[in-house]
């Protein structure tokens, strides 16, 4: 057993979801050398402990989903103001910031709906909000779908290949349609759902599920990511940067950015601060390290400002209820 209590094979399963958030616990087993009871009965707990859930995200630029970058200054009612949030169907990776003083979250929709236009100013007045930034997401580099670096090299690059999904059908060969959207919110609520669940939901065959599945995945309008207890993954410290990049170099940084192993979201967008990252760090060392090393090396960087983050409530879907439960009452 590892210290953060996650054992090889825990962290071999983790990696594997990473590369495959649908892969069947038999082709877990025969890539990991272990059982099918085993493997979905380890899984199952990895589950119940709230360590890991696999979600389902359509591409939000290729769908027409609006996502917004939220910053909200609230010193006396920040917690109340995350769980709050937290439980909102629209919001994502809701998270006290800055001390608990200061609330970020992503906002996400289909499209510019009258919601999203509104979300600032139909914010209640007893919340206490100081100060509100609001930054449109433009371009993403990186989604997340990549294994925090204590778990990166659990599985072998041999392993890795008999996980790798294979696209079959060229980007463009078909689109998200209005029908699709019960199965997609499906799949955000439990990306391994069976196909037998996923026909309840949706009222299809469990064929046409399968087959849908695959074809959305193939052309590129479907993805799985995972929500991950990063505590438990020994990454202690985490952090937003807020990069202020020169116009004629922001393309080239964000890039570079989105193969930091260090990087867990990646995003041009509107406001003084053109570029937005999500940092993961064993330790505030590891930050330290990674600013003055990585990020000092790239060209084109006007400014940064860095927002420890204190407490992450909500991740995709998956809502901390102890977390929410404390919050509520503060």
């Not at 054992?7 to 979801?17: S, T, Y």
């Not at 079959?168 to 199965?183: F, I, N, S």
């Not at 479907?222 to 438990?232: C, E, N, Y």
């Amino acid at each position: 057993m590892v210290s953060n209590g996650l054992d090889d094979l825990d962290r071999q399963i983790i990696h594997g979801l990473y590369i495959d958030g649908r892969a069947t616990f038999s082709r877990l087993a025969q890539v990991v050398g272990r059982s099918e009871q085993t493997v979905a009965r380890r899984y199952r707990l990895l589950r119940e402990r709230g360590v890991v859930r696999v979600v389902g995200q359509p591409a939000g630029e290729r769908v027409g989903r609006s996502d917004w970058m939220i910053r909200l200054r609230v010193p006396h009612t920040a917690p109340a103001v995350a769980a709050a949030l937290a439980r909102r169907p629209d919001t994502a990776w809701v998270s006290l910031a800055t001390m608990g003083a200061e609330v970020l979250c992503a906002l996400r929709d289909r499209g510019a709906t009258p919601q999203t236009r509104t979300f600032l100013g139909d914010l209640p007045s007893h919340w206490g909000v100081t100060a509100t930034h609001a930054y449109r997401v433009l371009h993403v580099f990186f989604d997340g779908a990549r294994p925090p670096t204590t778990v990166a090299t659990a599985l072998s690059p041999r392993q890795i290949g008999q996980l790798r999904h294979r696209a079959t059908v060229p980007a463009g060969d078909t689109a998200l349609r209005e029908l699709d959207w019960p199965l997609v919110e499906a799949l955000a609520d439990d990306g391994r759902a069976t196909y037998r669940q996923l026909a309840e939901r949706t009222h299809w065959h469990e064929s046409t599920v399968r087959d849908r599945i695959g074809e959305l995945l193939d052309a590129g309008l479907l993805g799985f990511d995972l929500d991950i207890d990063t505590a438990v993954l020994g990454i202690a410290t985490r952090a937003m940067l807020w990069l202020s990049i020169s116009p004629d170099r922001l393309d080239t940084v964000g890039r570079a950015l989105a193969d930091h192993a260090e990087v867990s979201f990646a995003a041009a967008s509107t406001g003084a601060a053109n570029l937005i990252a999500s940092i993961s760090c064993p330790d505030d060392a590891a930050l330290y390290a990674y600013l003055t090393g990585k990020v000092a090396a790239l060209q084109g960087v006007i400014d940064v400002e860095t927002v420890p983050i204190v407490a992450a409530v909500k991740r995709h879907v998956s809502v901390d209820d102890a977390w929410v439960a404390v919050l509520s009452r503060r």
